[in-house]
């Protein structure tokens, strides 16, 4: 049943199917629905179901169409406002142009002008050429830029792209739209140009195309996928609640964790409009698993010792150890005295100190991975991102490389775009876009030799967006190539029992330092073990010197 069946047309549409608002962007659409426990939120992208995609392109088109107004201030360069007969000009804007072109005032009246009647013998018009304005140059893309752009006169600047002479493609008026809300009859617009937002009602056209997008979105909700999801989801739910509120033991939890996982995995194809919830509750539990650790082997909890003591050698009894990039601090008993010295790393301990920070990294990565996240984003020149991604780029991009290519939109779309014919889902609103082609290594097809960009000056707007340092962007950094996580970690703190790691993660989105028992730990235990023996024979001539 469409949420828009029994309407009225008095000035508002009254929802049926308890969905309240409707708010859309170029790639998802959210859902605001009524239900027993409140208002629930519902976000769908348009990539995961065709059909969709599909309708939600139909609507857009038919919204830009019957709506052209609100698009007066884009200029799309068709170049018809420079086809004009009469750009004036007037003599006090001679020197700049002149200048800009490295000729006399004299020599540009002469050559680009035709005397005006006004009581300036050099004020003019400017002479057409081909039917244009000389200073208008047409790009491979088939638009066009003014190579006086800068010091155009204002008799341009004042021209405005909402004449009846401006050419404005339904593409670009697409791409223009940043987002758009739909609740009762109105529909909200913000454009990206403007940033300003323009109310529309609905026609009827218009609310007969948002049902065809409704009725779509509606049947993911069948039993395959939305009942079972569901269901499932609210099982899932208050076991991740009980875990947070550790109700279980540590070994339940950890048990529990894989467990969830799965169940996540045999729902995470059929999420249909519970996809918001879902990434809810999967940040969640990755949450969890950050603080327990599912993936190392576990030997049994026995201490290295029956006391509380690090290291013990006459006369010190060290208590503490934490790590910093330049030096560490001893936090040690001498003669009944408690006392933490801060120890410069010297020649003779250091190549140990960086074996047990290499250990700690690679631990780190391979099984609490999120902690060793780039605070300031880096790129590593994986390829990852040019790989696992689909990249739909928009019109203007598909223009942009055309300019720089030197070779026509259609051109580009041949050589570089998944044809339409393959029907492949773009996962955007806008029918322009396209999808970049990949080798037959499934690399995207600007990748050159060490996974560099070949367009990276120009590169679509998608890529631009995209923020390294993800998970996926340095999990593949081989173990000899540590120390790019390596900086990431601010200190490292253990004692006889717990080890203590604050990293640029932890510290910005945990309430405390990752704190584990490091006998727990094989190679934890193994790394410690020998910083420890290193530590024991150089304690008392790196004390002595502090």
């Not at 989105?509 to 490091?518: D, E, S, T, Y």
Request: hydrophobic share 30%; charged share 25%; proline share 5%.
């Amino acid at each position: 049943m469409s949420i828009l069946e029994n309407r009225t047309f008095n000035g508002n549409i009254y929802m049926t199917g308890n969905y309240k608002k409707i708010s859309a962007r170029a790639n998802i659409i959210t859902l605001y629905k009524e239900s027993p426990g409140g208002q629930e939120m519902f976000t769908i992208k348009y990539i995961e179901n065709r059909r969709l995609q599909e309708k939600i392109s139909e609507f857009i088109t038919s919204f830009v169409e019957y709506f052209p107004d609100i698009f007066t201030s884009y200029c799309s360069q068709c170049g018809n406002c420079c086809r004009r007969k009469n750009i004036f000009l007037t003599s006090g804007e001679l020197f700049p142009l002149a200048t800009h072109l490295g000729i006399t005032e004299e020599k540009f009246h002469s050559t680009y002008l035709k005397e005006g009647e006004t009581w300036s013998p050099c004020d003019g018009y400017i002479k057409l050429s081909d039917g244009k304005c000389p200073f208008l140059e047409k790009k491979p893309s088939g638009r066009y830029e003014c190579k006086i752009y800068i010091n155009r006169p204002l008799d341009c600047v004042s021209f405005q792209p909402s004449s009846e002479l401006c050419k404005k493609p339904l593409f670009d008026l697409i791409e223009q739209i940043q987002s758009l809300e739909i609740e009762n009859d109105k529909v909200r617009v913000l454009l990206w140009n403007t940033m300003e937002i323009y109310e529309r009602t609905l026609t009827t056209a218009l609310i007969e195309k948002l049902s065809e997008v409704i009725n779509v979105i509606e049947a993911l909700n069948l039993p395959a996928g939305g009942k079972e999801t569901k269901e499932i989801l609210d099982r899932i739910e208050p076991v991740i609640k009980c875990l947070e509120e550790r109700k279980t033991s540590i070994n339940n939890v950890i048990k529990a964790i894989n467990i969830l996982k799965a169940k996540f995995q045999e729902i995470w194809d059929k999420r249909g409009i519970y996809d918001n919830k879902i990434r809810h509750l999967w940040v969640r539990l990755s949450n969890l698993e950050n603080e327990y650790g599912t993936n190392s082997p576990k030997v049994s909890k026995t201490p290295l010792t029956s006391y509380s003591d690090l290291i013990v050698t006459h006369p010190y009894i060290v208590k503490e150890i934490t790590f910093f990039p330049e030096s560490m601090n001893i936090n040690y008993y001498l003669e009944d005295k408690n006392l933490t010295h801060s120890v410069k790393y010297k020649k003779t301990i250091l190549k140990s100190i960086r074996k047990f920070l290499k250990d700690i990294t690679i631990f780190l990565k391979n099984h609490f991975t999120s902690t060793i996240e780039n605070y300031i984003p880096k790129c590593y020149n994986c390829g990852k991102c040019c790989s696992i991604f689909t990249v739909c780029i928009a019109p203007s991009d598909i223009r942009r490389l055309a300019d720089e290519f030197n070779i026509s939109e259609e051109e580009v779309r041949k050589k570089y775009i998944v044809s339409p014919e393959e029907n492949v889902n773009t996962g955007y609103w806008n029918p322009g876009s396209g999808i970049i082609k990949k080798t037959e290594e499934k690399i995207c097809v600007f990748m050159k030799k060490g996974n560099l960009c070949s367009i990276h000056p120009f590169k679509p707007g998608i890529c631009k967006q995209y923020e390294p340092g993800k998970r996926q962007c340095y999990t593949t950094i081989d173990d000899d190539h540590y120390y790019r996580l390596l900086s990431n970690i601010r200190a490292v703190t253990f004692n006889n029992q717990t080890i203590s790691i604050i990293t640029d993660y932890t510290y910005e989105n945990f309430p405390g330092p990752l704190i584990l028992n490091w006998y727990d730990y094989p190679l934890l235990k193994n790394s410690i073990e020998v910083i420890l023996s290193k530590l024991k024979k150089n304690l008392p001539d790196l004390l002595a010197k502090s």
